[in-house]
């Protein structure tokens, strides 16, 4: 271990260290960014840098199971993606397909897709399907993959479901009108039964969310952190929840 390797861990410990556990959030989301831009700064490929950011995702879960983290969604693949070249995506699909296959295999997470699965290809689908069905009996953190997803799309995708809902009780339009509320909207998310995420980190120094759960982050917290997602350490995360826990969150009162 070099004198670097060794400061930070002890930085790391320093800041683990004085974290309060009262205050972490309960659901974090995470944007996986800058998977292409660590690669090229490194010299790889796409590729290359789409695997080392899957590689990275149990490290953030083993993270999240120690400071008490019930719920973590994992933006994969987002419905803009899904236009790049078939000589990125096709690799791509395979990779994120891997990660579903680890994340299930592991024993520890309970996994759920969230996003369109009409939009994916067949093999992928199958993937996430079996994921979901053989980790439905886990108890520990349920890990929402969210691949195919866009939060408009989420949004059309919940309003559609709720019209289809009402018109098989034969609910008239005058009636639903009257019903439709907020949290009737949110029984048809993806995540519904979910809490809302306290915490949103992005990385890659980007600072925006591009979409990224644009229904349930309406009170989330935000963290930008400027490291891109392959190089995202122990440290980030703790300084990602010390953040979070020094802010007040008033909720618009």
Not at 41 to 59: D, L, M, R, Y
Request: proline share 3%; hydrophobic share 40%; net charge negative.
């Amino acid at each position: 271990m070099n004198l670097r390797d060794l400061v930070y861990r002890l930085y790391a410990r320093r800041v683990e260290g004085r974290l309060d556990h009262a205050q972490v959030p309960k659901h974090i989301g995470v944007i996986l960014d800058g998977n292409r831009r660590w690669a090229r700064a490194s010299g790889g490929t796409p590729e290359a840098g789409h695997k080392a950011g899957a590689s990275k995702i149990q490290e953030l879960l083993g993270w999240c199971a120690e400071t008490d983290v019930e719920v973590v969604t994992l933006w994969l693949l987002s419905t803009d993606n899904l236009d790049r070249p078939e000589d990125e995506l096709g690799p791509l699909l395979g990779i994120i397909e891997d990660a579903v296959r680890s994340l299930a295999a592991d024993g520890r997470w309970r996994v759920h897709h969230v996003g369109t699965l009409d939009l994916l290809p067949g093999r992928t689908q199958t993937v996430l399907k079996e994921a979901e069905q053989a980790t439905l009996d886990h108890t520990g953190i349920l890990v929402n993959v969210a691949v195919g997803y866009g939060g408009r799309q989420e949004i059309a995708d919940a309003v559609r479901s709720l019209l289809l809902d009402h018109a098989e009780r034969g609910t008239s339009f005058e009636e639903l009108a009257e019903v439709v509320d907020v949290d009737l909207i949110s029984r048809h998310l993806y995540t519904r039964g979910q809490p809302d995420p306290d915490l949103v980190i992005r990385t890659s120094g980007e600072q925006r969310l591009s979409g990224f759960m644009l229904w349930q982050s309406a009170h989330s917290e935000y963290y930008f952190c400027e490291v891109f997602w392959p190089a995202f350490r122990k440290v980030d995360f703790l300084r990602a929840l010390r953040d979070y826990a020094a802010r007040h969150r008033r909720y618009g009162g």
